[in-house]
């Protein structure tokens, strides 16, 4: 895209944000940022992934003048407990169990920030899963192996494609990166 005018650093590992990016025909380069998923125990759930993008943010500190910095975190939220991202298949399946039949928020924080200047939003959107079988479940986390997923799923792939009922906000925050949103922050950079 070219009217953006800042050079974009991504600063995230993930692909599915990687691949959104590119399909938005954005250039960027990935820059890695070592940082520790922490928060205050007393901040609302809501505003989770929006703090940790911007601590994110803040823990690169080689922005130069002509960049803008992406940093985002994704969270899947059941009624009140945070669903992050399974440490193995067990732990997925039982991710998965909880999930089958019910509603849940995905909500992703993203943090834009140039030298001078930061911004930050979030969004969140509703998933209605069907109830999944155990049959159903096993085969998901044993192809598509989802430890690197909040939620232990990824819409985008079979789960999503059999598994959910509908949803109500955006596709693509789901997938992690809330393109819509992200579009009308970054013109408002300065």
Known sequence: MKNLKYKILLGSQSPRRKELLEKMDIKFRIVKINFEEKYPKNIPIAEIPE????????????????????????????????????????????????????????????????????????????????????????????????????????????IGLIGIKKIKGSYFNIMGFPTEKFMTYVRQCK
């Open 51 to 158: 703090f940790l993008a911007l601590q994110k943010s803040k823990a690169y500190s080689k922005i130069q003048p002509e960049e803008l910095l992406i940093t985002a975190d994704t969270l899947v939220i059941l009624e009140k407990e945070i669903l992050e991202k399974p440490r193995n298949k067990t732990q997925a399946r039982k991710m998965l169990q909880k999930l089958s039949g019910k509603k849940h928020k995905v909500i992703t924080g993203v943090c834009l920030r140039t030298k001078n200047n930061s911004c930050s939003f979030s969004d969140i959107s509703k998933v209605y899963f069907k109830k999944l079988s155990p049959e159903e479940i096993n085969y998901y986390v044993d192809t598509y192996k989802p430890m690197d997923k909040a939620g232990a799923y990824g819409i985008q792939e079979w």
